[in-house]
């Protein structure tokens, strides 16, 4: 069996299962995961601003480039580390500790794009980093994208994945797979796509964890 074939036979029921599982904690947790990150996208906004390293007039231009700084330095990062850097990158426009040269430029391009969310989504490129800005930049979206990463990955396949899976998993034909069986899940749950995600992001990682 490949693993093309393995991510394929993946399945919204597990997507379901995690769902189901997730304790009140991780509801409120998730529901309110993307609001919050937008709160912190406000702030990397505002920091740049102050730094005189932009021009952003309205709360919505701050929160558009700074979701955009966060999810250019997304990458292979945790949150914690994630909002470190993009807060750095604010203050001095430096490349932070753990991150690449490339997420690096993409960041500063968004910075010099202003508040353009499709050329923010250009620069991006990646499915899961824009589908993560627009996440942030829209929490509430009713025809948002899931943000798949890592752990979207292995909740739809019921188990952690493998490197290859996750390198599958993140592009092309497998991505689509994956995210669409978020798309089916959340209409069953009478929500949002990245509601869904969320929740069962925070409650994947506290049974990986061993928190549960």
Same mark, same amino acid.
């Given at each position: ?18 769902? =189901? ?24 906004? %505002? ?34 580390? &994630? ?8 203050? %001095? ?44 930049? &829209? ?52 929500? %949002? ?17 061993? =928190?549960?």
């Amino acid at each position: 069996m490949t693993t093309k074939r393995r991510l394929v036979r993946g399945s919204f029921h597990n997507i379901l299962d995690c769902f =189901e599982r997730a304790s009140s904690e991780s509801i409120v947790d998730g529901g309110s995961w993307y609001p919050l990150a937008r709160v912190w996208a406000e702030t990397v906004g %505002t920091v740049l601003v102050d730094n005189g390293h932009a021009v952003l007039e309205s709360s919505h231009e701050k929160i558009v480039v700074g979701a955009g700084i966060l999810s250019a330095l997304s990458p292979q990062t945790n949150w914690e580390q &994630n909002k470190e850097m993009a807060l750095y990158l604010a203050k %001095t426009l430096d490349k932070p500790n753990w991150c690449t040269d490339t997420n690096h430029d993409k960041a500063l391009a968004i910075v010099k794009a202003g508040a353009n969310v499709d050329a923010i989504a250009s620069i991006l490129h990646g499915k899961k980093t824009t589908a993560f800005f627009h996440n942030i930049v &829209n929490p509430y979206g009713e025809n948002n994208q899931p943000t798949i990463d890592r752990h979207a990955i292995s909740i739809y396949l019921g188990r952690r994945c493998t490197y290859t899976e996750l390198v599958r998993g993140l592009s092309g034909t497998a991505n689509k797979t994956i995210s669409n069986a978020y798309i089916k899940a959340s209409k069953l749950l009478e929500t %949002t796509p990245q509601i869904v995600q969320a929740v069962t992001w925070v409650q994947w990682r506290k049974e990986i964890k061993g =928190e549960v």
